[in-house]
């Protein structure tokens, strides 16, 4: 009996395939465009140039050929080919505009027609096509400066049949951000091109149902990954641009969904600019979260409570963000991680505190391991997580999170000298019969957290589970762990004989983490995930170890900055996060 998630990937490969090659032999008479478009993407310098040498780093591989074009490469693995087939690195040679980044974007765009464009490859799928659309719509005038009328007539061609393919398509890409690029592409389309302006109308209409259906109360996506509620706040806005742009009106489902947006990213956006990494994704490229942020023009932020299901404590530029719901479930749930109650500190420009991120550049292994809960700054019990890992599917490979805790109850207020936030979870009840509460709290000149943890029997049943969980081990205790993931920038030093440890940032702040000195506080080595590095980055974590043997365990923490550290840090230092001294 055929797997129904394999039929349905091989029936949409075989649709994609099937509208590919019907709408690329029709001779699409090549037309200009209504009018000039204006970029909007925002590309890396460092990554162009990188281009330029002829190194590729796509998904954290990377492949050095000076002398190869992109399409002669052999891609490592889907996520290369997808980076490639997407065009966004043209944002990357448009960001060094010289004459050698625009010889080798004109060089390979017009090779890619050569060689995928009569519907060949693994870039004919609708989010890939609509991420291309955008890409060379955006930087056409960059692209076609200086082009004969036969190159012209070519990019105009691929770019209509393209756009047929997606009215087309569009809807067999996945719900959420496959979807949003899809649609976003084929209303970039249908506005730019002469003659296609009628493909634009029902993919508006769509759009707008998607933002109804996708983007919940709370600005939020079912998969809960900030780094993708950023790239679908990005493809709106630019929709919305291009609308206006257009004289057309913009629906006010599409126009709500970016209102309810903007207020969730400010709350998921560190003191340092960049975004709180969970579930799946990352900080997101320098600046794209303020960029985006500006050009929507809104500017309040969300109301006291959760967005997305996570909640913020700041002050005095030092910024905390919790997951404080329970993980994505079902199909969301294919990148999710086990990781409520954990948290992230950034203070001024720089993280302190981490999760180790998603390892999906990195291997399955590494995909595994950072979706545990030991990957996250958060409390696990006798080796296990708070939510497991299906096993996977048979022809997909992917691994849904499941048994997760499915009740969190919350509370956000002010404390005698700050805020507030203390939250709990059921993940530990079926195995160990206890509930893990966390309260943090933020003192109003952002200086200082006072953290608790703590594990509770909360009803009879549970303690008989418990008392059964303790039995196992023989009356000695059930061993708990509550990890502090340090960025790797942060020197960390034991103190005080071994009660406490100082860290202390590029800024020239020294935090110190202190705790109560009823566990076993020790400095382990820790690891970083970027998907812009070619490997995991060493780092360190700050690991209490404890054993609980009762109906009620409490441990207490802090972090504060050191007496010595001044009020105002000048933090002037860039950093480039897309080289790879490794």
């Known amino acids: 009996m055929f797997n129904s998630t394999r039929l349905n990937a091989r029936k949409?490969?075989?649709l994609n395939l099937w509208h590919a090659r019907a709408a690329t032999r029709t001779k699409a008479r090549a037309r200009g465009f209504v009018s000039a478009p204006e970029p909007r993407t925002i590309g890396s310098f460092a990554r162009g140039r990188q281009l330029i040498a002829g190194n590729f780093l796509?998904?954290?591989?990377?492949?050095?050929e000076q002398d190869k074009s992109p399409w002669e490469l052999v891609p490592p693995n889907a996520g290369f080919a997808e980076g490639l087939h997407g065009f966004a690195w043209m944002d990357d040679l448009a960001a060094v505009g010289d004459v050698k980044a625009?010889?080798?974007?004109?060089?390979?765009?017009?090779?890619?027609?050569d060689v995928?464009?009569?519907?060949?490859?693994?870039?004919?799928?609708?989010?890939?096509?609509?991420?291309?659309?955008?890409?060379?719509?955006?930087h056409a005038l960059f692209v076609l400066r200086g082009n004969d009328e036969y190159d012209s007539d070519a990019f105009y061609r691929s770019l209509r049949q393209q756009t047929r393919f997606l009215a087309k398509r569009w809807h067999g890409a996945a719900p959420g951000l496959a979807r949003f690029e899809a649609l976003t592409g084929l209303i970039y389309a249908g506005l730019s091109l002469e003659g296609l302006e009628p493909l634009a109308d029902p993919a508006i209409k769509a759009l707008a149902r998607e933002c109804r259906t996708q983007i919940d109360a709370q600005g939020g996506l079912p998969t809960r990954n900030p780094e993708e509620l950023l790239s679908v706040f990005t493809l709106l806005s630019w929709a919305a641009a291009a609308l206006s742009e257009a004289g057309r009106g913009t629906p006010r489902d599409h126009l709500a969904a970016i209102e309810r947006i903007a207020p969730t990213l400010r709350t998921l956006r560190h003191s340092d600019g960049g975004l709180a990494r969970f579930h799946g994704g990352g900080r997101g490229a320098e600046g794209w979260l303020d960029h985006a942020l500006a050009a929507s023009g809104i500017k309040h932020r969300q109301p006291d409570g959760l967005s997305m299901g996570y909640a913020r404590l700041s002050a005095g530029r030092t910024s905390v963000i919790i997951d404080a719901s329970p993980p994505p479930g079902g199909d969301a749930s294919y990148n999710a991680h086990a990781s409520t109650l954990a948290f992230e500190l950034t203070s001024g420009r720089r993280p302190l505190i981490v999760n180790c991120g998603s390892g999906v550049s990195f291997g399955i292994e590494w995909r595994r391991a950072g979706r545990a809960t030991p990957s996250h700054s958060a409390l696990s019990l006798g080796g296990y997580s708070s939510a497991r890992l299906d096993a996977p599917e048979r022809y997909s490979g992917l691994e849904a999170l499941i048994d997760g805790p499915t009740h969190v109850p919350v509370e956000i207020s002010s404390a005698p000298d700050g805020q507030r936030f203390q939250g709990g979870h059921d993940g530990y009840v079926l195995t160990h019969g206890l509930t893990h509460a966390r309260t943090l709290e933020l003192t109003l000149d952002g200086r200082a957290v006072a953290g608790e943890d703590m594990l509770l029997a909360m009803e009879p049943s549970d303690e008989r589970r418990f008392d059964r969980a303790l039995d196992r081990t023989t009356l000695k205790g059930i061993k708990y762990e509550i990890r502090f993931h340090l960025h790797p920038e942060v020197d960390a030093t034991l103190d005080l004989g071994?009660?406490?440890?100082?860290?202390?940032?590029k800024s020239g702040e020294i935090w110190v983490f202190r705790h109560d000195g009823t566990q076993t506080l020790t400095l382990e080595p820790g690891v970083y995930l970027e998907t812009t590095r070619l490997k995991p980055r060493a780092a360190e974590q700050i690991v209490l170890t404890g054993r609980t043997t009762s109906h009620a365990t409490r441990v207490r923490w802090s972090l504060s900055k050191a007496q010595e550290t001044a009020?105002?840090?000048?933090?002037?230092?860039?950093?480039?996060?897309?080289?790879?001294?490794?």
Not at 119 to 135: E, K, V
């Open 12 to 14: 949409a490969h075989l």
């Open 58 to 64: 796509f998904a954290g591989s990377l492949l050095s």
């Open 102 to 113: 625009r010889d080798a974007a004109r060089r390979w765009l017009w090779e890619w027609i």
């Open 116 to 138: 995928y464009g009569k519907g060949r490859g693994p870039g004919w799928t609708p989010d890939l096509t609509g991420r291309r659309l955008i890409r060379w719509i955006n």
């Open 498 to 505: 071994g009660a406490a440890v100082s860290m202390a940032l």
């Open 567 to 582: 009020i105002g840090v000048r933090d002037l230092s860039m950093d480039d996060p897309y080289m790879d001294e490794d």
